[in-house]
């Protein structure tokens, strides 16, 4: 593989790693958005606090907790394939990485022995 290559290849597999982590940040926040929905239904109440006060309370955020842990459960196959894609991306990444250095300073030795 030529350095050219390996750096292009690397850039490839660089963005989609990154692509990949930023689908697995989506479900991370569209499932702690819809936990807070989930916790603000559930509590609608009439509550009286001082301006500037607090909405939430540890009741809220103890189900809070719940729903996401929940929601996570609902979706832990798509989180688990997501995990197990970046780990797999990262090794690779690795991979590339080393042989693109193992192979840059000898590709330049060699060209500058035949100069």
């Given at each position: 593989m030529s350095v050219l290559g390996g750096?292009?290849?690397?850039?490839?597999?660089?963005?989609?790693?990154?692509?990949?982590?930023?689908?697995?940040?989506?479900?991370?926040?569209?499932?702690?958005?819809?936990?807070?929905?989930?916790?603000?239904?559930?509590?609608?109440?009439?509550?009286?606090?001082?301006?500037?006060?607090?909405?939430?309370?540890r009741s809220d955020e103890t189900m809070f907790r719940a729903c996401v842990d929940q929601?996570?459960?609902?979706?832990?196959?798509?989180i688990d394939a997501l995990n197990r894609k970046l780990s797999r991306q990262e090794r690779a990444i690795l991979a590339v990485r080393a042989k693109t250095i193992s192979n840059g300073p000898t590709s330049k030795a060699d060209a500058q022995a035949v100069l």
């Open positions: 750096t292009t290849l690397l850039s490839r597999m660089e963005a989609a790693h990154r692509q990949t982590r930023a689908h697995l940040e989506r479900i991370e926040r569209q499932i702690s958005a819809r936990a807070e929905r989930m916790t603000t239904t559930a509590k609608a109440k009439a509550r009286r606090h001082p301006r500037g006060g607090s909405r939430w309370t929601l996570s459960f609902e979706r832990r196959g798509e």
